[in-house]
């Protein structure tokens, strides 16, 4: 029998927003271990942190029990992958370096017989119009490298405090379930995949579409959740 694979999203390490689980980030360094040698495949569909930079000479030392932790699990034999999210999509080459962690936009993979389509599901809604033009602009080469020549702690500041107050405005808006059901569809048919795992949203479900599956692992901050996937199905398993 195959081993389980666990796929897991929107942590946003670096912060702790009213009603966050305490401890959280040692909590995911402890879900981590334990997969040591026991999983197949572990993903992580994107927002592992509320905010990644790389600089050429630093790297943020409140993760490093993360850290060692990613490494220790590719160590033991399981296959990790980690996805762009909108809030940490400017990775560079340490995870892959490393850690033995690729780094994706998007991502399929051949799991217990079946075709996995990964990818954060930011932009997916209409509403994210404003959004997607933004995260063009911040992606720019010139402004990354703008960004890289301010102190690390000073940028650190400067994407919590716009960090927190993207989340304010944020707090209100609807989550259209609709949308992200209708294009995940359309990703199944054109990728030709059996399941579309996505984050972004944070609500924990898994869906039927015509073509497949449609299914997210909600969020890692107020109701830490995570898919299992087992015998070629998926579970929401609670922490």
Not at 31 to 50: I, M, P, R, T, Y
Not at 88 to 116: T, W
Not at 147 to 153: A, E, R, S, V
Not at 177 to 191: F, P, S, T, V
Request: charge should be neutral.
């Amino acid at each position: 029998m195959e081993l389980p694979a666990y796929f897991i999203s929107d942590a946003h390490l670096g912060i702790d927003p009213p009603g966050a689980v305490p401890d959280r980030e040692q909590m995911f360094v402890r879900l981590l271990s334990s997969w040591k040698g026991k999983a197949s495949h572990v993903v992580v569909v994107g927002d592992l942190f509320e905010f990644w930079y790389e600089y050429n000479y630093y790297i943020a030392s409140a993760h490093f029990d993360l850290y060692r932790a990613f490494a220790e699990l590719v160590e033991s034999g399981v296959e990790v992958h980690v996805l762009q999210g909108n809030h940490d999509f400017a990775y560079g080459d340490f995870f892959p370096k490393h850690l033995g962690v690729p780094v994706h936009k998007s991502l399929i993979l051949e799991i217990q017989g079946k075709r996995v389509f990964f990818t954060h599901g930011d932009g997916v809604p209409k509403s994210d119009s404003g959004y997607r033009i933004m995260r063009k602009i911040l992606d720019l080469p010139l402004n990354r490298f703008l960004f890289k020549q301010i102190h690390p702690d000073w940028g650190m500041g400067i994407a919590r405090f716009v960090g927190r107050n993207s989340r304010k405005c944020g707090e209100h808006r609807v989550v259209r379930i609709d949308e992200y059901l209708e294009w995940g569809d359309r990703m199944l048919k054109k990728e030709h995949c059996d399941y579309c795992i996505h984050g972004h949203h944070h609500h924990a479900g898994i869906w039927n579409t015509p073509n497949g599956v449609v299914a997210s692992p909600g969020e890692f901050i107020k109701n830490p959740a995570i898919l299992c996937m087992e015998n070629g199905g998926l579970k929401l398993v609670s922490l």
